[in-house]
DNA sequence: GATGAATGAGGATTCATTCAT
DNA sequence: AATGAATGAATCCTCATTCAT
């Protein structure tokens, strides 16, 4: 029992390791980020986070990867929902917008990532995985629109790829809060990059 | 004479090394560029390169800020073009998408200035600027479309503004060499965010 | 407890990192003074004098500002002695003498600053400000001595420092080690300066 | 002819960096002098100090070592001076003093030598010989006047070695301007080093 | 003769990481 | 489990010195 009183209070302690680092990596860069840093803004010391991650890029790694896995099931829930294609993905932008304006910290991780694809290839290729399977099942629910007659018949992959970039260039450039309108524009324009039949 | 032969040489050499620097950085963040690395790719030593930049600071607002201002002309050339609305849009998606394919280094560097905007500041602030002077560009053209018929009447400034966010998500996530079609997928899904009326 | 032990050893290690300071710094100057030099010497990593002093400077102050106050007490002594004037002199250049003899790294610390005043404006200012505070009591010493006939009448102050002048050449010209019979001399002569009368 | 105004020229130049190094060495130390700031401080570029002086090392030699030679004269004339001992002892005095008022940039290099004595063990050798030619000189003088009943009798060649003292710290501690009155004040006080007979 | 350009050697400082407590 | 202390390996930057012009 004591065994997993410690391992639980162990998991959260790194728990909230991981949410430092989270924001801070985006924020300063790999090197710009030092443990010293990071251990003060936990109150604790530099010594104990290696205590919990190996080095600084596990850190780093876990960082990226254990969020991008737990972003994989609300980012790719649309597949399964409910409705007509087109109000499965109006309902998948609110929610990536919705991701976009309260997760900057780990989108603006993401993007660091896939600027810097050589230098953090393994992560990287994670996050193009990740795009993958989010564009495949994007392209079937787009084709699936495209079919009904509710979106306009372009390249339902191109489309799927297109508002993939779309949300993530949305995500880097806007640095407002969640509560600016500038959200609500992004929702309402992404969803032109469905090319939605005019006249529904 | 000698003074100019000198001078053009010195510029020659500055950039050479801004080139070198527009390469590095965001394929290995501010941190993790050495000077010494980017002395070796270059052939010269260390100490040479800060005898053209002051320090690493220096060099990086001038490898952001530089070629920024080289590519404000082609990239808000689309403003004074001929032709329709539409006909001008298509047009600066083009060169856009082009910017975007061969200029991939330094739109990289942009997205890592604002992916960290509050450790260069200044850097993000100019990029911020540049966003705005372009936004406000497209805006114009855009209503112009709509007034024509030519585009759907979504509000324009909005339209502009999702569109720069997309064509930032478009250089950060593909990393394909210029001539993949890819490329010529992001022009057609562009396209699409303007909602160009469909019997065009 | 433990605190109160570390606490102790840090301010031994502290102390041992100071004294080499002061003997190396009027060696080799301030920039001819390496942490790797100083730190060889002490048997440990330059990193580790960082640890104990933020900077190259807070270690030159420190190794200036620290002893200074450490002979305020000794160099100060001969105000509250016993004894007439004239006998408190006497013990006062005795002390003197033998701090310049076997103190001679700290003097020359002194002179370094006092030497190279304008690039040091802060020590310099704070010996400026120690030899005010001992001129003042000597000549008050002086004045007494003139008073009760055992010296003759001169002008106070000048005396005093020009006393002080002296005992800091004294310390500046003379190498030799402790045991040297120059140093007697130079007791002997110092003496002079305060003008006794005669037939004392 | 052309042969030798060149020449003459060359000196001049030469004496010109010389005497910013006269200034330049004491103020700002060995390493803390740099060729670029001499340079600039003279309106030349650092390599052309370096046509006139091999090395920085040199240079400084030549800085300590030719005005030495050039003090030599004024500074021992007193030896063949005319009147009585003790006259021209005072007007020693007087030279002295006066030459440490207005030359205190060359006297502060004569004391950062002595101060690092190993570091510089030629120049600070130099300083030894010429204090020893000094003071034996000085200590005829001063038997001289014991023998005439000028000045009481103490061990001369101690006195005169303690009066070389008194003067170098004279030029170190005091940094006033040489109109201030200190000067005068201390050339009273050195008189008593001699211990004059009183009612003379 | 003078200098701008270039650089190698070196120095202060930072930091991830180790280890004893 | 947690950490303070210690350090080696960088890294930025400086500067004396060389050399081509």
């Not at 991008?68 to 649309?78: D, H, S």
């Not at 989108?107 to 694809?117: A, K, M, P």
């Not at 079919?147 to 799927?160: F, I, K, P």
């Not at 309108?181 to 990059?193: F, Y």
Request: hydrophobic share 45%; charged share 20%.
């Amino acid at each position: 029992m004591a065994r997993t009183v410690n391992e639980q209070a162990r998991q959260e302690k790194r728990e909230l390791i991981l949410q430092a680092a989270v924001t801070a990596f985006p924020e300063n860069g790999f090197s710009g980020t030092t443990f010293a840093v990071l251990a003060k803004s936990l109150g604790i010391s530099a010594a104990t986070i290696l205590l919990y991650f190996e080095s600084k890029e596990e850190l780093f790694r876990c960082a990226v990867l254990e969020p991008l896995e737990r972003f994989r099931q609300p980012f790719l829930a649309f597949m399964q929902g409910e409705g007509t294609p087109l109000d499965r993905i109006k309902s998948m932008i609110d929610v990536h917008i919705r991701i976009a304006a309260s997760n900057s910290s780990f989108l603006r991780l993401v993007q660091y990532v896939l600027g810097q694809h050589q230098r953090f290839p393994e992560e990287a290729e994670a996050m193009y995985r990740f795009a993958n399977d989010y564009t495949v099942g994007l392209t079937t629910v787009i084709a699936e629109g495209q079919a009904a007659g509710q979106l306009q018949s372009y390249d339902a992959h191109e489309v799927a790829w297109g508002y993939f970039c779309f949300i993530q260039g949305v995500g880097l450039v806007n640095t407002d809060d969640p509560s600016s309108p500038v959200w609500d524009g992004m929702r309402r324009v992404g969803l032109q990059l469905f090319a939605p039949v005019t006249n529904q």
